[in-house]
């Protein structure tokens, strides 16, 4: 079993730093790529970024924002996606997934809150 806890969300004003986490835990020997998703109120959900396991990062948006995968032991990690200078545009519920490398199942965080102001 795998568990992903998103968090590190809240309340922003345009041009600041902001560095969510999602923790995983569990059976990760069987984890491939990972990344973040968002979904804005009204709007479809939309991938933000991912990683694999050997660090190659993808984004849809790359001048805003840097994902990373730190190794704490076999059986944690820990992905993060910083957000530098965000605009109210960003506001979303940001969720982290993990895709499992043997069959077509993804794991999911229950998501973390992120609100924009100007």
């Known amino acids: 079993q795998v568990q992903l806890v998103d968090s590190g969300g809240g309340l922003v004003q345009s041009g600041d730093t902001l560095r969510l986490s999602c923790a995983a835990s569990?059976?990760?020997?069987?984890?491939?790529?990972m990344g973040w998703d968002r979904q804005a109120p009204g709007k479809q959900r939309e991938l933000v970024a991912t990683i694999t396991t050997r660090g190659t990062t993808d984004y849809a948006f790359p001048e805003r924002f840097t994902i990373s995968r730190e190794y704490q032991t076999a059986n944690q990690q820990t992905l993060y996606l910083q957000m530098s200078s965000p605009t109210p545009e960003d506001t979303a519920v940001y969720y982290c997934?993990?895709?499992?490398?043997?069959?077509?199942?993804?794991?999911w965080g229950r998501g973390t809150q992120v609100t924009v102001s100007d």
């Open positions: 997934y993990a895709e499992s490398r043997w069959t077509t199942h993804t794991h």
């Open positions: 569990g059976s990760l020997d069987s984890l491939a790529d």
